[in-house]
T-cell receptor, first 117, second 117 residues
Framework: NAGVTQTPKFQVLKTGQSMTLQCAQD?????MSWYRQDPGMGLRLIHY???????DQGEVPNGYNVSRSTTEDFPLRLLSAAPSQTSVYFC????????????????FGPGTRLTVL | AQKITQTQPGMFVQEKEAVTLDCTYD???????LFWYKQPSSGEMIFLIY??????QNATEGRYSLNFQKARKSANLVISASQLGDSAMYFC??????????????FGKGTHLIIQP
């Protein structure tokens, strides 16, 4: 299993440009999410999805869109990039069965470092 | 109010010593889980240990243990016999299970641990 994969690893954008951060997982996890990590901060939830066709907002959703057409993929779109969106972006997925405990562990991708000039 | 507080921005510890990383949390949800993640300089998020609010015993995973004091709302990570490879950022995180909604993790700001030879 590849786990959670993210592309690209690095990206530089100009203010106003749009782009899509890709995320895929091969563990058949229903739940997927996007976080951003800013210097000196922990991760903050942007958007999440509990299954194909279902998405919702997290703590910091403004400026980002998501869609979930398949179980495997959960892309994050920046519609008009701003310098405030300079950050490291992590995608994560987890099993949502009833077992609980460590089976609720979130598996994180390697991250995408985004710079907006 | 912060839901997860990590009061130690940075720590220096001698190799082979035990380390305690502090974490306090704030929730009114009776059902929650506490997680610790390690983030080395390479940037990936590595799951270390999990403690459920109803777990009777403190969680242990190899050299990692979680000192869970429910009444004090603290969930400190203890690393026994520290190694140079333990140098990293450590994040405490919480998931609240009863409220529905995002089901995401709320992170603290992290502790930068440096192990000295």
């Amino acid at each position: 299993n590849a786990g959670v994969t993210q592309t690209p690893k690095f990206q530089v954008l100009k203010t106003g440009q749009s782009m899509t951060l890709q995320c895929a997982q091969d563990m058949n996890h229903e739940y997927m999410s996007w976080y951003r990590q800013d210097p000196g901060m922990g991760l903050r939830l942007i958007h999440y999805s509990v299954g194909a066709g279902i998405t919702d907002q997290g703590e910091v959703p403004n400026g980002y869109n998501v869609s979930r057409s398949t179980t495997e993929d959960f892309p994050l779109r920046l519609l008009s990039a701003a310098p405030s969106q300079t950050s490291v972006y992590f995608c994560a997925s987890k099993y949502t069965g009833l077992a609980g405990g460590t089976s609720n562990e979130q598996f994180f991708g390697p991250g995408t470092r985004l710079t907006v000039l | 109010a912060q839901k997860i507080t990590q009061t130690q921005p940075g720590m220096f510890v001698q190799e082979k010593e035990a380390v305690t990383l502090d974490c306090t949390y704030d929730t009114s949800d009776p059902s929650y889980g506490l997680f610790w993640y390690k983030q080395p300089s390479s940037g990936e998020m590595i799951f270390l240990i999990y403690q459920g609010s109803y777990d009777q015993q403190n969680a242990t995973e190899g050299r990692y243990s979680l000192n869970f004091q429910k009444a004090r709302k603290s969930a400190n990570l203890v690393i026994s016999a520290s190694q140079l490879g333990d140098s990293a950022m450590y994040f405490c995180a919480m998931r609240e299970y009863s409220g529905g909604g995002a089901d995401g993790l709320t992170f603290g700001k992290g502790t930068h641990l440096i192990i000295q030879p």
